[in-house]
C-alpha cells in the first residue's frame, strides 16, 4: 500500500512540474533539452505504462490506454493491466473457499467507470459519426500527463498499480501502447511471443510482432516491449 501511494504521488507531482513548463494556448508543453545538439519536443499528452520487478512481486502500472501483461511459461495471461481474472481464497477452518473477481480496464472515456467518474467531475463524454468517444468532444483517453488545456479533474495523472507474486512460473512481461492492442489481444500477443521465445531472439521478435500489426493494419503506435524473466 505504501508503495502504491509513493507512485502515485510521483506521478502527480510530476504532472505539475510539467504544468510549471512553458505552457501555448493549446495546452501543449514545450520542453528544452540540451546534449549535442538542442532539442524541442512537443507533446500534448503522455500515456505511460511500466513495470517494477522486485525480488519478491512484479508491479504493472498504467496510465491511459497502453497495457501491460504477465505470461507464464505455458503462454497463460497471469495478470493484465486491462483483462477478467479470478482467485480462489481458501479458509482452513471452516473449509471453505471465496471467488475473487476482478477487471482492469483501459483508461478511455468508452469505459463506463471512467466516464461516470468524468461526470461526477463536471465534465461531458461525446462521440460523433464513427469517432471514438473523446473527453469534452477532444481528448481520446481519460487519464494522463499534461495537456493542461482541460480540467486535471477530468484527465488526472492518476496510474493503475497492479501488484503479483513473482513466482517461478512467470516467463516474461510485455509493455505495449495501444497501437498493438487495437488488433491483437492479450493471448494473441502472449502466444505470438511465446510461439518464437526459444529459437528467436527478443529484438527479432518485437521486429516481426510490430510488422505483424502493420499488416493487421494498426494505425495508432505501435511500441514494444518484452522483458524475460
Known amino acids: 500500500y505504501q508503495l502504491n501511494q509513493i507512485i502515485k504521488h510521483t506521478f502527480f507531482q510530476l504532472d505539475r512540474q510539467l504544468g510549471n513548463l ?6 501543449a508543453v514545450c520542453v528544452k533539452t540540451f546534449s549535442r545538439c538542442c532539442l524541442r519536443v512537443f507533446f500534448k499528452i503522455v500515456c505511460l505504462v511500466a513495470t517494477l520487478i522486485g ?8 496510465l491511459g490506454d497502453s497495457r501491460a501483461i504477465i505470461v507464464s511459461n505455458e503462454g497463460q495471461i497471469l495478470q493484465s493491466t486491462k483483462g477478467f481474472f479470478f482467485s480462489l481464497l481458501f479458509r482452513k477452518k471452516k473449509n471453505k473457499s471465496n471467488i475473487v473477481f ?7 472515456p468508452s469505459v463506463s467507470k ?13 462521440q460523433y459519426g464513427d469517432d471514438v468517444p473523446r473527453v469534452e468532444s477532444y481528448l481520446a483517453v481519460s487519464r494522463a500527463l499534461g495537456d493542461y488545456s482541460l480540467d486535471k479533474h477530468l484527465i488526472p495523472p492518476s496510474p493503475d498499480i497492479i501488484q503479483y507474486p513473482k513466482q517461478s512460473n512467470v516467463s516474461f ?11 491483437m489481444s492479450n493471448e494473441d500477443v502472449a502466444q505470438f511471443i511465446r510461439n518464437k521465445l526459444t529459437q528467436t531472439s527478443l529484438t527479432d521478435i518485437v521486429q516481426q510482432l510490430l510488422d505483424h500489426c502493420l499488416q493487421l493494419q494498426s494505425m495508432d503506435n505501435i511500441s514494444l516491449y518484452i522483458i524475460k524473466l
Open 102 to 108: 476482478f477487471y482492469e480496464l483501459d483508461h478511455k
Open 55 to 62: 525480488p519478491e512481486h512484479i508491479y504493472l502500472i498504467n
Open 173 to 183: 512481461v510485455v509493455l505495449a501502447c495501444d497501437g498493438i492492442w487495437d488488433v
Open 114 to 126: 471512467e466516464r461516470e467518474r468524468i461526470y461526477r467531475a463536471g465534465g461531458h463524454v461525446t
Open 22 to 27: 512553458l505552457n501555448d494556448q493549446s495546452g
